[in-house]
């Protein structure tokens, strides 16, 4: 029985493809499926094209291989297009739904609670599945036949796209070659949209945009393609427009402008599409053929500007509707992969959730990104010099970093000499792979996900470890299909696979095999690197406590294996509190890890705000106060004393005392010891000594007990009990009478230094009359990054509601954590893109539509710097994304201590008391 027909178009000709159907059909994997009321349960296969015991097949070369990613702002459908990717490409035999929970990629527990992806999924299909037949020989050598007439194997991973979770999206494209940007055709080009095509542009990774969600009310393709423009900073090469019915009506299906032809998507799962010649359109929706028209004619306009050989083949036909398809494909694909200056951007239609466009996108991803050969040279170091993998493998790379270590040593070699060490080094060289992702599994233990570069990782291999200099072996190789694996006999170079039980491998690791299953290779390959992957700054911060003390190292065992997990997060104590704090991208990012902590690892520990630690300065100077201690410590006697005067300190204006024995500066404060009246002289053995001190103290010891007295006494404020700061304290001993012969011990002046600072302090008060010290809290340099639409409100609310400082406004954006690669450069200089003179469509319902212009001024990027208090940054990023409409993002550091105003102090004071 006749299942569905799947549509497969060469030039402009549709072949339709039976499929068979069955409760228990098996598709190309050789997966058997069964239905169920709740998923699609998947029985996977025991074997498959990673294994070295079966013959390589066309399918499975590496030419015919796809790496691409899924990358969105939040709720721009991600997950549902690759449920429907899976589901035409024979994966699985029912539609997944993100509402339902159903899907593949969003498996745990809390991306189905929430219905957003929160850890990248892994999962590998075939497109065209080759059990529709197309993938005959007949069909390959048809003359100009697409890349898509033929199956290719695609590993996809679905991303996050909540900005929390930006570390996950970022070691995800940094091992793809292409990928696919799904945007909102109702909200357009949004926020998270923007940072991840940026962190594409930095690994130059070719994409294509998908315009989702056109059936909804409101939804703009035409808006939406100028907004790629002006917001993703390229030209737009619009390669399909919806087709609404009747020119006004619901969302129907798309107008392919390469093939010149219309598919129309009937109610349903989205298998049976019918195909419009152009002929026919102009009889039954002439305004959509006439628009197919100005389409076309713009896209080959496009090309020509960006492409010498499509110039060429237009002159040629001499008619922009006359270039055949295949020309269009080549040409796409050239400008596609071309590495320098603004990039073409094919952009593509549909609607995921009504089952329309998915399978022509799934042609495009085949037809025009990148296969692992094709992709740019991954960049690795050795030794100190940088490079291209595939000049290393040459020896080239070698040969450079072997002259550059002889001329470093002031050793001359022959070149050939050089040459013959590279290749024979190069030849042990098996394989070559990166760590992208590491995940504690419950089944399964500690999975590295990784992606060779070179060579095949074998199952049993010894891996070196380069970045630890550590070697594992690779007990079990699999190949994952989301939440299930199946185990394999090695993964091939180009391919994504995951390497079971690592004890040591992180997130950004090189790993290596050379020659047979030596634990180490020779110098310098001891040192290849592959590019790692750069961990963004935290903006977020929550503190982590035990429930007990007996729990505490659980905790910390907990937390270790959440953060080689997810090096997105950071694990500090702080020295004030002696809090834990645990800090990240955002508020959910630390909800989700405190899931982790508590459900999967088991943790024994809560979750709670931060502590400020605050500090106190004295307001005047205090008079000289002079103490004796006199007691027994550890059952000896102990007497010694000295004199001690506290005053303010500042450490920019204030000069050290001329006459000082040791000015000691710790923590914002100083101390100043002074002893006029004591000898000093240096031995034979150069020690510094006095014959006015006991036997056994000389003068460093003298020092450093009269130091450590103060240190402690200036832990403790003596109105507030928070550590003093920007203060001075001036320690003044006799030796005639403070030193008291053997009784004075480095334990006595220690103490006799401690009771008279502390004395000092408390003296404040009888000075002033009133309080003696001011609170200080720490104060933060903040670096915020807008567009222009919402400089205004992030000041204001800097300025007026938080009690923060603008220092400076500048248009330039400082660098992000990520550096910049050469393609994102090339841009920098280019005047921006006028909307205006980009081709889009005109949308049915333009007038009603609002923010229609996007003001390529109100996208300008500025840059705040400003000095804002801690206690006011605490859950600023979630406030800062409402103002800025999501794009706002900021990093901070400690800037300094400072005093707080009258009013403000209370106020602090009155919320310390309500928390106790």
Same mark, same amino acid.
């Given at each position: 029985?006749?299942?569905?027909?799947?549509?497969?178009?060469?030039?402009?000709?549709?072949?339709?493809?039976?499929?068979?159907?069955?409760?228990?059909?098996?598709?190309?994997?050789?997966?058997?499926?069964?239905?169920?009321?709740?998923?699609?349960?998947?029985?996977?296969?025991?074997?498959?094209?990673?294994?070295?015991?079966?013959? @390589?097949?066309?399918?499975?070369?590496?030419?015919?291989?796809?790496?691409?990613?899924?990358?969105?702002?939040?709720?721009?459908? @991600?997950?549902? /297009?690759?449920?429907?990717?899976?589901?035409?490409?024979?994966?699985?035999?029912?539609?997944?739904?993100?509402?339902?929970?159903?899907?593949?990629?969003?498996?745990?527990?809390?991306?189905?609670?929430?219905?957003?992806?929160? &850890?990248?999924?892994?999962?590998?299909?075939?497109?065209?599945?080759?059990?529709?037949?197309?993938?005959?020989?007949?069909? &390959?050598?048809?003359?100009?036949?697409?890349?898509?007439?033929?199956?290719?194997?695609?590993?996809?991973?679905?991303?996050?796209?909540?900005?929390?979770?930006?570390?996950?999206?970022?070691?995800?494209?940094?091992?793809?070659?292409?990928?696919?940007?799904?945007?909102?055709?109702?909200?357009?080009?949004?926020?998270?949209?923007?940072?991840?095509?940026?962190?594409?542009?930095?690994?130059?990774?070719?994409?294509?945009?998908?315009?989702?969600?056109?059936?909804?009310?409101?939804?703009?393709?035409?808006?939406?393609?100028?907004?790629?423009?002006?917001?993703?900073?390229?030209?737009?090469?619009?390669?399909?427009?919806?087709?609404?019915?009747?020119?006004?009506?619901?969302?129907?299906?798309?107008?392919?402008?390469?093939?010149?032809?219309? !598919?129309?998507?009937?109610?349903?799962?989205?298998?049976?599409? +019918?195909?419009?010649? #152009?002929?026919?359109?102009?009889?039954?929706?002439?305004?959509?053929?006439?628009?197919?028209?100005?389409?076309?004619?713009?896209?080959?306009?496009?090309?020509? $500007?960006?492409?010498?050989?499509?110039?060429?083949?237009?002159?040629?036909?001499?008619?922009?509707?006359?270039?055949?398809?295949?020309?269009?494909?080549?040409?796409?694909?050239?400008?596609? !992969?071309?590495?320098?200056?603004?990039?073409?951007?094919?952009?593509?239609?549909?609607?995921?959730?009504?089952?329309?466009?998915?399978?022509? #996108?799934?042609?495009?991803?085949?037809?025009?990104?990148?296969?692992? !050969? $094709?992709?740019?040279?991954?960049?690795?170091?050795?030794?100190?010099?940088?490079?291209?993998?595939?000049?290393?493998?040459?020896?080239?790379?070698?040969?450079?970093?072997?002259? +550059?270590?002889?001329?470093?040593? *002031?050793?001359?070699?022959?070149?050939?000499?050089?040459?013959?060490?590279?290749?024979?080094?190069?030849?042990?060289? &098996?394989?070559?792979?990166?760590?992208?992702?590491?995940?504690?599994?419950?089944?399964?233990?500690?999975?590295?996900?990784?992606?060779?570069?070179?060579?095949?990782?074998?199952?049993?291999?010894?891996?070196?470890?380069?970045?630890?200099?550590?070697?594992?072996?690779?007990?079990?190789?699999?190949?994952?299909?989301?939440?299930?694996?199946?185990?394999?006999?090695?993964?091939?170079?180009?391919?994504?696979?995951?390497?079971?039980?690592?004890?040591?491998?992180?997130?950004?690791?090189? #790993?290596?095999?050379?020659?047979?299953?030596?634990?180490?290779?020779?110098?310098?390959?001891?040192?290849?690197?592959?590019?790692?992957?750069?961990?963004?700054?935290?903006?977020?911060?929550?503190?982590? $406590?035990?429930?007990?003390?007996?729990?505490? +190292?659980?905790?910390?065992?907990?937390?270790?294996?959440?953060?080689? $997990?997810?090096?997105?997060?950071?694990?500090?104590?702080?020295?004030?509190?002696?809090?834990?704090?645990?800090?990240?991208?955002?508020?959910?990012?630390?909800?989700?890890?405190?899931?982790?902590? !508590?459900?999967?690892?088991?943790?024994?520990?809560?979750?709670?705000?931060?502590?400020? *630690?605050?500090?106190?300065?004295?307001?005047?100077?205090?008079?000289?106060?002079?103490?004796?201690?006199?007691?027994?410590?550890?059952?000896?006697?102990?007497?010694?004393?000295?004199?001690?005067?506290?005053?303010?300190?500042?450490?920019?204006?204030?000069?050290?005392?001329?006459?000082?024995?040791?000015?000691?500066?710790?923590?914002?404060?100083?101390?100043?010891?002074?002893?006029?009246?004591?000898?000093?002289?240096?031995?034979?053995?150069?020690?510094?000594?006095?014959?006015?001190?006991?036997?056994?103290?000389?003068?460093? /010891?003298?020092?450093?007990?009269?130091?450590?007295?103060?240190?402690?006494?200036?832990?403790?404020?003596?109105?507030?009990?928070?550590?003093?700061?920007?203060?001075?304290?001036?320690?003044?001993?006799?030796?005639?009478?403070?030193?008291?012969?053997?009784?004075?011990?480095?334990?006595?002046?220690?103490?006799?230094?401690?009771?008279?600072?502390?004395?000092?302090?408390?003296?404040?008060?009888?000075?002033?009359?009133?309080?003696?010290?001011?609170?200080?809290?720490?104060?933060?340099?903040?670096?915020?990054?807008?567009?222009?639409?919402?400089?205004?409100?992030?000041?204001?609310?800097?300025?007026?509601?938080?009690?923060?400082?603008?220092?400076?406004?500048?248009?330039?954006?400082?660098?992000?954590?990520?550096?910049?690669?050469?393609?994102?450069?090339?841009?920098?200089?280019?005047?921006?893109?006028?909307?205006?003179?980009?081709?889009?469509?005109?949308?049915?319902?333009?007038?009603?539509?609002?923010?229609?212009?996007?003001?390529?001024?109100?996208?300008?990027?500025? /840059?705040?710097?400003?000095?804002?208090?801690? +206690?006011?940054?605490?859950?600023?990023?979630?406030?800062?994304?409402?103002?800025?409409?999501?794009?706002? /993002?900021?990093?901070?550091?400690?800037?300094?201590?400072?005093?707080?105003?009258?009013?403000?102090?209370?106020?602090?004071?009155?919320?310390?008391?309500?928390?106790?």
């Amino acid at each position: 029985m006749v299942a569905a027909l799947f549509l497969r178009a060469s030039h402009s000709t549709v072949r339709p493809i039976a499929l068979q159907s069955g409760q228990a059909a098996v598709n190309r994997l050789g997966c058997h499926v069964s239905l169920t009321q709740s998923s699609t349960r998947i029985s996977l296969p025991k074997s498959n094209g990673f294994s070295t015991s079966t013959a @390589k097949s066309q399918v499975d070369a590496l030419d015919n291989t796809r790496n691409i990613g899924i990358i969105a702002h939040i709720d721009a459908g @991600k997950t549902t /297009t690759t449920e429907r990717m899976l589901y035409y490409s024979g994966f699985t035999r029912r539609l997944g739904d993100v509402d339902e929970g159903s899907t593949v990629t969003d498996f745990l527990p809390a991306e189905r609670a929430r219905g957003i992806t929160i &850890q990248s999924a892994a999962v590998t299909f075939h497109w065209p599945p080759e059990t529709v037949g197309v993938g005959d020989t007949a069909s &390959q050598q048809t003359p100009n036949a697409p890349k898509s007439a033929f199956p290719h194997t695609i590993n996809l991973i679905d991303t996050p796209g909540h900005a929390d979770f930006t570390f996950e999206v970022m070691r995800s494209l940094r091992i793809l070659d292409g990928a696919v940007c799904i945007l909102d055709g109702v909200a357009g080009v949004e926020a998270q949209t923007e940072q991840v095509w940026h962190q594409a542009s930095t690994y130059r990774i070719p994409r294509v945009v998908y315009v989702n969600k056109l059936d909804r009310d409101g939804a703009a393709f035409g808006r939406t393609v100028r907004e790629v423009a002006s917001r993703l900073e390229g030209w737009p090469a619009v390669c399909q427009i919806p087709w609404f019915e009747g020119g006004q009506g619901r969302f129907v299906g798309v107008a392919d402008v390469i093939n010149l032809q219309g !598919l129309r998507w009937d109610e349903g799962d989205g298998k049976l599409v +019918k195909m419009y010649s #152009l002929e026919q359109l102009d009889s039954e929706e002439s305004q959509l053929a006439q628009e197919l028209r100005r389409a076309r004619t713009a896209l080959i306009e496009l090309l020509s $500007e960006h492409d010498e050989i499509m110039v060429e083949k237009f002159f040629e036909c001499e008619d922009h509707l006359a270039v055949s398809p295949s020309d269009i494909r080549d040409s796409l694909r050239r400008c596609l !992969l071309r590495e320098q200056g603004r990039k073409i951007i094919p952009v593509f239609a549909g609607a995921s959730f009504r089952n329309i466009g998915v399978q022509p #996108l799934l042609d495009s991803v085949v037809n025009l990104l990148p296969s692992p !050969l $094709e992709t740019l040279d991954p960049e690795v170091s050795i030794g100190g010099v940088k490079g291209g993998l595939r000049r290393l493998l040459s020896g080239d790379l070698l040969v450079e970093q072997g002259e +550059k270590t002889a001329s470093r040593k *002031g050793k001359t070699k022959k070149k050939s000499a050089v040459q013959a060490e590279s290749h024979g080094a190069i030849e042990g060289l &098996q394989s070559c792979a990166l760590a992208f992702k590491v995940v504690n599994d419950a089944k399964r233990g500690v999975l590295v996900y990784v992606r060779v570069y070179s060579g095949s990782l074998d199952r049993h291999s010894l891996l070196f470890n380069t970045n630890l200099n550590v070697s594992e072996r690779a007990s079990r190789l699999l190949k994952m299909y989301a939440n299930d694996a199946v185990e394999v006999d090695s993964i091939p170079e180009g391919h994504i696979g995951v390497v079971v039980g690592l004890k040591h491998a992180r997130t950004g690791d090189t #790993l290596v095999t050379y020659g047979s299953n030596k634990p180490q290779p020779p110098e310098p390959l001891n040192t290849l690197q592959l590019r790692p992957i750069k961990v963004p700054p935290p903006v977020f911060f929550a503190s982590v $406590e035990p429930h007990s003390l007996g729990e505490e +190292k659980r905790l910390q065992e907990c937390l270790t294996m959440l953060l080689r $997990e997810d090096p997105s997060l950071h694990v500090t104590v702080d020295e004030d509190s002696g809090q834990t704090l645990i800090s990240g991208m955002g508020e959910l990012h630390l909800e989700i890890a405190r899931d982790r902590l !508590l459900n999967d690892f088991k943790a024994k520990a809560s979750m709670g705000r931060i502590e400020i *630690g605050y500090r106190e300065c004295p307001l005047d100077q205090s008079g000289q106060v002079t103490r004796i201690f006199d007691k027994e410590i550890a059952g000896r006697k102990g007497k010694a004393g000295c004199s001690a005067i506290v005053e303010p300190y500042d450490p920019d204006s204030s000069p050290p005392n001329d006459r000082a024995l040791s000015v000691l500066s710790f923590d914002g404060n100083q101390i100043v010891i002074l002893a006029p009246n004591l000898q000093t002289e240096t031995n034979k053995k150069g020690v510094e000594e006095s014959p006015l001190l006991p036997p056994g103290i000389d003068l460093n /010891t003298f020092r450093t007990s009269l130091s450590n007295g103060c240190l402690a006494a200036l832990a403790r404020g003596p109105q507030f009990n928070f550590p003093m700061h920007n203060t001075r304290v001036t320690i003044t001993l006799d030796p005639a009478e403070h030193i008291f012969g053997n009784e004075t011990t480095s334990s006595a002046l220690s103490a006799a230094a401690r009771l008279a600072t502390s004395s000092a302090l408390r003296d404040l008060y009888s000075i002033s009359g009133t309080a003696g010290t001011a609170l200080m809290e720490p104060v933060m340099n903040v670096i915020i990054s807008v567009d222009e639409s919402s400089l205004g409100a992030v000041v204001h609310d800097i300025s007026s509601s938080r009690g923060g400082h603008i220092v400076s406004l500048d248009e330039e954006v400082p660098l992000p954590a990520t550096d910049l690669s050469l393609s994102a450069q090339s841009t920098e200089d280019m005047p921006a893109i006028d909307p205006s003179k980009v081709y889009s469509p005109p949308d049915p319902f333009e007038a009603a539509s609002i923010g229609d212009e996007i003001p390529i001024s109100a996208n300008r990027p500025r /840059t705040i710097t400003a000095k804002v208090p801690l +206690k006011e940054m605490v859950g600023y990023l979630k406030h800062l994304r409402s103002l800025s409409a999501g794009r706002g /993002t900021f990093v901070m550091s400690v800037d300094r201590f400072e005093k707080m105003s009258t009013p403000r102090q209370r106020a602090v004071l009155a919320e310390l008391r309500a928390e106790y």
